[in-house]
């Protein structure tokens, strides 16, 4: 905030460890046309042009850019040099700018490295406030077996740590840190399997990794599953076909494995090698 003004910015830390936000680098920047923030862009375009101006102007200093009506309602000019792109995005009925995007291709990162390490505390596990309960029997989509232990989308990455699933830290989010309503990812391994997870901190203060909830689970390379429908490790295309078919919905097929979706919208695809099945999506 700058007064009335506002600036949205993304940015992005490059090193393995947390930094401040302070110093970390923009790679995405958006305004707003209700904002009162001036922007220029090379060869001239601003956002004080309406739609026919900009054009124009970007036609005049030889600029490419491609014509997007993404949706009804708004038109997009796309420009994109290689190592940036913006984003022109205009309101088709009036013509008049709703925003402008800015969004950076940083290749080397390497040389964005080295940036002074921040210490963040987390909270204690014991005042992490997650509601979850270990499912007595597979009863929905979100529901699943591994190992012989019960989970659902939902459980805290701690259950899956009781249950002799190891963190993988150098494939984790960085310093096993999630902060306040924000999401990460965790990388467990147990034996020869592997299990990638997208979590999300529900709290107003960063977490460990462990007190994360889980949204989408990818599991390879495991022998001893179950999935709704009567699905399991080891089985054939042709019963997992079948198992879908009798809980009433309709399949997508890969090279990969078969999946589908309840009437929720939740996924699950069963990953195939060999023509069995090895491993699961779900989320």
């Known amino acids: 905030y700058n007064g009335s003004k506002q600036l949205f910015l993304r940015v992005e830390n490059f090193d393995d460890y947390t930094v401040d936000a302070l110093d970390a680098y923009v790679t995405v920047a958006c ?5 009162n923030t001036d922007i220029m862009l090379p060869g001239g375009v601003d956002n004080s042009m309406d739609m026919d101006e900009a ?8 600029i490419d850019y ?14 994109d040099s290689g190592d940036y792109t913006a984003t022109l995005e ?3 009925d009036t013509d008049e700018l709703s925003s402008i ?3 950076v291709d940083i290749k080397d990162t390497e040389n964005y490295q080295g940036v002074g390490k921040t210490d963040v505390e987390t909270m204690d596990s014991d005042d992490v406030d997650i509601d979850y309960d270990e499912p007595d029997e597979i009863s929905k989509i979100t529901d699943f077996e591994l190992d012989g232990v019960l989970y659902s989308i939902g459980a805290p990455v701690s259950a899956f740590i009781e249950n002799g699933w190891e963190l993988d830290e150098d494939n984790s989010s960085t310093d096993r840190q999630v902060e306040a309503h924000d999401i990460g990812f965790a990388v467990l391994k147990k034996g020869e399997s592997q299990m990638q997870l997208s979590v999300e901190n529900n709290e107003s203060d960063t977490v460990d990794i462990k007190d994360t909830v889980t ?9 001893d599953f179950m999935l709704w429908g009567d699905i399991e490790s ?6 997992i076909k079948d198992d879908i078919e009798s809980l009433g919905y309709e399949y997508e097929e890969s090279s990969s494995g078969i999946m589908f979706y309840d009437e929720d919208n939740i996924w699950l695809n069963v990953l195939l090698r060999d023509g069995k099945a090895t491993g699961f ?3």
Do not use: A, M
Not at 66 to 79: M, R
Not at 234 to 239: A, F, Q, R, S, V
């Open 31 to 35: 305004v707003e046309s209700d904002y």
């Open 55 to 62: 054009k124009e102007t970007l036609e005049e200093n030889d």
């Open 66 to 79: 491609k014509k997007d009506n993404v949706t009804y309602y708004f038109t997009d000019y796309l420009i």
């Open 90 to 92: 205009y309101i088709t």
């Open 101 to 103: 995007q800015l969004y």
């Open 215 to 223: 949204k989408e689970v990818v599991v390879r390379d495991t022998d």
């Open 234 to 239: 080891g089985d054939k295309l042709n019963k």
């Open 281 to 283: 999506s779900l989320g």
